[in-house]
């Protein structure tokens, strides 16, 4: 075959270097892009690095790491449904010494950031492993699942109850300098208390949102199907109430807020932006397509490039409702 009639190979899609993707999340942390790959669907970085560029991403959420290892829930702990999964895998993970042990010399060595997910049953758990991550080389931030059961109030979850995350937070706040994500529940009727409590007590940006808790039933219909009972929700199937959740909150505090829920493609992510998010989390669609995110990250930047705009910012808070002016006090003093 001569070289004219070799078959083209499309370029790969490179981001245009002149739109600036970076975002800042507090406390001197700053994302290249804003696609970050969600907690418990990308493993530690390092399972995925034969498939995926991790240095193109945004961040890396690790799997939720507590104090002690954790053999997880009982089997089946995963389920389809309709437009999503649920899954009960209950914090499997090797603990923090371990994930530190394993993992952290190989995140030193990436550009892009690692953000520890860590999980606890008490503030106590919490606050260890936060001290244990912090000053540790290649840990570039931590995100608190709260939406973990306290034993200390009988099971109650941190994340539904506001004194008991904002409790939660300042304790974390108080033992590490690092970065501090804190992720929020959906199951709750109102987590704008919530969100505020996590703000007032130091965190430095909001994630959100967890899965929706559900069940689903054994084929015999004699006994719920999951070896948990209760699984988690997440996949496009959530995303409306994610979008919801980020709206309310967005208009609710200060911090920046990091989406999640059901981001499949370009759109989904610009849909978290219009509702105030600076950046968004992409989670089971990872399992389905583990370079997602990173075609996210070069369409988020063409379509910068195709709206004229040096820089995503433009995109984010759109779709709010517009801030009242102040009323005039010359306007009042003229009222008849
Ligand atoms: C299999 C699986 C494991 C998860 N593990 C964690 C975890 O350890 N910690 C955590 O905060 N969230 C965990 N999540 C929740 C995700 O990070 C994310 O918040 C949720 O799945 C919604 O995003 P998605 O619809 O894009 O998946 C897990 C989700 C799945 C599907």
Do not use: H
Not at 21 to 35: M, Y
Not at 290 to 296: G, K, V
């Amino acid at each position: 075959m001569t070289r004219a009639s070799a078959p083209a190979v499309p370029p790969l899609p490179v981001a245009p270097p002149d739109v600036d993707l970076s975002v800042e999340l507090g406390r001197g942390l700053v994302l290249p892009n804003p696609i970050v790959v969600a907690s418990g669907t990308f493993g530690y970085g390092v399972e995925y690095g034969d498939v995926v560029d991790v240095d193109r991403l945004g961040a890396i959420c690790c799997k939720g790491t507590t104090l002690k290892p954790r053999i997880g829930n009982p089997t089946p702990r995963v389920t389809e449904t309709p437009g999503g999964m649920l899954n009960s895998i209950g914090l499997q993970n090797p603990g923090v010494d371990a994930v530190i042990e394993k993992y952290a010399e190989t995140w030193t060595g990436w550009k892009v950031p690692v953000l520890v997910n860590v999980a606890g049953e008490s503030v106590s758990d919490y606050v260890e492993v936060a001290r244990r991550l912090d000053g540790v080389p290649g840990v570039a931030g931590i995100e608190l699942n709260i939406s973990c059961p306290n034993v200390g109030r009988g099971g109650l979850q941190f994340a539904i109850d506001a004194s008991a995350a904002g409790e939660v937070t300042a304790a974390v706040r108080r033992a590490t300098d690092l970065p501090l994500l804190v992720k929020l529940s959906p199951n709750v009727a109102d987590v704008r208390p919530i969100a505020k409590a996590i703000q007032e007590a130091g965190a430095d940006a909001l994630t959100a949102i967890n899965t929706l808790s559900g069940i689903a039933v054994s084929p015999s219909r004699e006994r719920p199907l999951l070896g948990n009972v209760f699984g988690g929700l997440s996949g496009p199937a959530i995303k409306p109430v994610a979008l919801r959740i980020v709206y309310e909150v967005a208009q609710a505090v200060k911090i920046p807020i990091v989406a999640i829920g059901g981001v499949t493609e370009l759109a989904d992510v610009l849909d978290y932006l219009a509702v105030g998010a600076v950046a968004v989390q992409v989670g089971t669609a990872i399992f389905a397509d583990p370079t997602l995110p990173i075609r996210l990250v070069d369409q988020l930047a063409e379509e910068c490039g195709r709206r004229g705009l040096d820089s995503y910012r433009p995109l984010i808070g759109t779709a709010l409702p517009r801030k009242q002016a102040p009323s005039s006090a010359k306007g009042a003093e003229y009222r008849p």
